[in-house]
């Protein structure tokens, strides 16, 4: 499995911007960029995906560097909600599965 | 629409014993998959069903085994429990096999004594 690097935690203050980086530089050409999320005591939330464009939605936005090489989640105004893991995973466009690393903690300031 | 549905969310029992977690999917979603969550080794995937078969299976030992009925509901088995299993079973169900976008259940947390 192509792997990511995402750095293990990551605080911000409630109402302002998050950019959760993620490094995958061995992502080959059929990988496609997801974003999962996992609240305390929840199941794992999808965010968001992308392959080479950026992406929007109403949860964040996908920044997607040019060579592919890395990635960066952006929430717009974070909450104390948005207190989770978020995990960045490298899937295959013909992969059954997804692999989560350890991922980021984000822990929002009130 | 109503989510995915894991059913016990918990449940207790003792080396030697065996267990069976149950998962409805989303309406309409035919695809079921199983992820084991653990602290020590984070999310790993289980097996995955579709149209009734097992279609991929992680590395997993033969004790753990599942299964799928007509209407998509899902069900995994785990024999002869050892302390190592405790754990948050996860399912997650997608409209079919593949990439598409899975979406995950709250979980069973199974406490092995």
């Known amino acids: 499995d192509a792997k990511t690097t995402q750095p293990n935690s990551m605080e911000s203050n409630e109402e302002e911007p998050v950019h959760l980086p993620c490094n995958h530089s061995?992502?080959?050409?059929?990988?496609?960029i997801h974003w999962y999320r996992q609240l305390p005591s929840q199941g794992p939330e999808y965010v968001i995906h992308?392959?080479?464009s950026n992406v929007n939605n109403r949860m964040a936005s996908l920044a997607i560097a040019e060579d592919r090489k890395s990635s960066t989640l952006i929430l717009h105004r974070a909450t104390l909600r948005d207190a989770a893991v978020y995990y960045c995973?490298?899937?295959?466009?013909?992969?059954?599965?997804?692999?989560f690393g350890a991922g980021t903690t984000v822990t929002v300031r009130a | 629409k109503a989510g995915v549905t894991q059913t016990p969310r918990y449940l207790i029992k003792t080396r030697g014993q065996q267990v069976t977690l149950s998962c409805s999917p989303i309406?309409?979603?035919?695809?079921v998959s199983w992820y084991q969550q653990t602290p020590g080794q984070g999310l790993q995937f289980l097996f995955e069903?579709?149209?009734?078969?097992?279609?991929n299976k992680g590395n997993f030992p033969g004790r753990f085994s599942g299964r799928q009925f007509s209407n998509s509901r899902s069900e995994m088995n785990v024999s002869t429990l050892e302390l190592g299993d405790s754990a948050l079973y996860l399912c997650?169900?997608?409209?079919?096999?593949?990439?598409?976008?899975?979406?995950f259940g709250p979980g069973t947390r199974l406490t092995v004594l």
């Open positions: 997650a169900s997608s409209l079919v096999p593949g990439p598409d976008t899975q979406y």
């Open positions: 061995t992502i080959s050409g059929t990988d496609y």
């Open positions: 992308g392959l080479t």
């Open positions: 995973i490298l899937r295959p466009s013909n992969d059954y599965k997804l692999s």
């Open positions: 309406s309409g979603h035919r695809s």
């Open positions: 069903y579709f149209s009734e078969t097992q279609r």
